[in-house]
């Protein structure tokens, strides 16, 4: 168990539609980390977030939105979406940035758009 | 275009053989990690290099550094079915916003 809790397991929804991703990272850790990990991409960086502020950028697309609360639990929203955005999402955290520190994974969200 | 370039993309072996894989880049990294992902997990991190020719033994996986901090090896002795997964090297390349990039992956799989 890397303490990292993300809800839900799993989310079936339709084209066009928004859906929610919650991610809680681990005790004691500032930053979070949402990745994307589809078959033909791999696993790719979309945002990071430290101590409640956006830290750094990735392949993160305008329809895509994130932010980290207070708590430090994070969210992902997505919005319009396609479906070209199935994939599983995971969210990671680490006591401080990259480099070193390593990243401990939740068992990610697996998105399917019908 | 791939920071990270791991090869196999795919490995199927039996039980008892040995595998090297390997990650390589143009790109200098500070540091560079390996993760085993398993169906329905996230990765979980096996070990960090931070410096060139670094080796570091995990049990029965061995790690190396390249000299020039572009490349990576993972070599698996004696494989065994719980050793199935897929292998994820990842480097933080600081010309990249010192951010962690990942590579494609190998799936292994050890047959019984």
């Known amino acids: 168990d890397s303490g990292v809790t993300q809800t839900p397991k799993h989310l079936i929804t339709a084209t066009g539609q928004r859906v929610t991703l919650r991610c809680s990272p681990r005790s004691g850790d500032l930053s979070v980390y949402w990745y994307q990990q589809s078959l033909d991409q791999g696993l790719q960086f979309l945002i990071q977030y430290y101590n409640g502020e956006e830290r750094a950028k990735g392949n993160i697309l305008e329809r895509f939105s994130a932010q980290q609360f207070p708590d430090l639990h994070s969210e992902l929203n997505l919005s319009s979406l396609e479906l070209g955005d199935s994939a599983l999402y995971f969210c990671?955290?680490?006591?401080?940035?990259?480099?070193?520190?390593?990243?401990?994974f939740g068992n990610g969200t697996r998105l399917t758009v019908t | 275009t791939q920071l990270l370039e791991q090869s196999p993309q795919f490995l199927s072996i039996q039980e008892g053989e040995n595998l090297t894989v390997y990650c390589n880049s143009s790109s200098v990294f500070s540091s560079l990690q390996w993760y085993r992902q398993e169906p329905g997990e996230g990765p979980v991190l096996l070990v960090t290099v931070v410096t060139g020719g670094e080796v570091k033994k995990l049990k029965r996986l061995t790690f190396q550094f390249g000299d020039a901090r572009k490349d990576s090896s993972l070599h698996i002795t004696a494989a065994q079915p719980g050793d199935t997964g897929l292998y994820l090297c990842a480097g933080v390349n600081d010309g990249g916003g010192s951010r962690l990039t990942f590579g494609e992956g190998t799936q292994l799989t050890v047959n019984p």
């Open positions: 990671a955290s680490s006591v401080g940035g990259w480099g070193r520190s390593p990243l401990h």
